[in-house]
């Protein structure tokens, strides 16, 4: 069983920046949903167990970076420029393999980030 614990999140003005983190395993790839008020949940970014693969969604791209600590067994998002369409509760997840699929081993329990105009 893998519990993840997000935390990191908070009210923000646009163009500012948080950084999200997630209680992790250093056997699961690990990465990052969202889900705005009234749409689906969404992937943000993935990344793998040895950091050697990441992937980001279009709309974060440049924006985003996902990271991990596998000696601290925590994964990581660096969110820059945030935007009030990036306003959602952000999930940490993990799964087996590489990427991460829409329904993941392990979901975490959210934490809401809001970006204010």
């Known amino acids: 069983q893998v519990q993840l614990v997000e935390s990191g999140g908070g009210l923000v003005q646009a163009g500012g920046s948080l950084r999200l983190s997630c209680a992790a395993s250093?056997?699961?790839?690990m990465g990052w949903f969202r889900q705005a008020p009234g749409k689906e949940r969404e992937f943000v970014a993935a990344?793998?167990?040895?950091?050697?693969?990441?992937r980001y969604a279009d709309s974060v791209k440049g924006r985003f970076t996902i990271s991990r600590d596998n000696a601290k067994n925590r994964v990581y998002m660096q969110m820059n420029n945030l935007k009030p369409d990036d306003t959602a509760v952000y999930y940490c997840?993990?799964?087996?393999?590489?990427?991460?699929?829409?329904?993941?081993?392990?979901w975490g329990q959210g934490t809401q980030v809001t970006g204010s105009s």
């Open positions: 990344i793998s167990q040895s950091s050697g693969l990441i």
């Open positions: 997840a993990a799964h087996r393999w590489f990427p991460i699929p829409t329904s993941p081993h392990y």
């Open positions: 250093d056997t699961y790839a």
